[in-house]
């Protein structure tokens, strides 16, 4: 191969930023890069909530097929947009330091909250479910598309106001000043972390992204999405989970709900940092062992129906 690293991203502005930080960061390490935008299937349908398209990599198929048609040597992907089994042939080059894992609410002013009415916009089932876990008086309507045209919906919209992941927002730049920081909700996992993948058989890439990598984040992300897969069976569902390094220990904090928010099965763990290996996979079917089993054989009862 050319020694010039092709990278493929999605064409929307966040993707973009993304793409071009990862670029950034190559060619500081001496390396020859081009970007290589290219729209995704998520992107060009945005008529249809995401779990009826069935989600599980709608964002990242499109990369995957140029990296493995050799279109594009790497890709980088909100990890979070990432399935949890990677295609044959492509893995983990690289996961960059990550941003804020916070999901924020852009509001119209906030006197709704305590009122038996409102109307919030998302097209997460994950933020869907804990909003109405929450509030289960409002009415929670269907929002896609990228970042921008999200904005620009709520915008003209009547709605109260929509929830969105703080890492996109601040990354270009359009965070506004009316919003406020949902605390009490759990992120999707990998939320705010930035994956760049290569083919197996490409050692000059692997190479080059391993000098990028960033382990604490590393190791966060991998236990919330071993929480996922292990949960997930394949399957959409309201899971959030959440991974913290604080000293020596590993704090995690993962959730899944009924679609409608109504049931909720937590787990909370701490471990010596050592000993965290296996710890989203324990965490998991702890969720499993208390009725998680049961309410996610009704999610895909729903879903699939």
Known sequence: MSNTIRIGTRDSELALW?????QHALEITGHKTELVPVKSTGDLNLDQPLYEMGITGIFTKTLDVAMIKGEVDIAVHSMKDVPTALPKGIVEGAVMKRASTKDILIHKGVDFLDSQSGTIATGSLRRKAQWLHKYPEHEV???RGNVNTRMKKLKESDWNGAIFAAAGLERIEIKPENFIDLNWMIPAPAQGA?????MENDDYCRKALSALNHEASQICVHIERDFLKVLEGGCTAPIGALARIIKDHVHFKGVLF???GQQKIEVEESLPLENSK????QCALEILENGGKELMKKIKSVLNN
Request: without cysteine.
């Open 194 to 198: 930035m994956l760049v993948v290569a």
């Open 18 to 22: 993304q793409a071009k930080t990862v």
């Open 278 to 281: 296996n710890m989203g996979r």
């Open 141 to 143: 309507v269907d929002l």
């Open 258 to 260: 009924s679609i409608d």
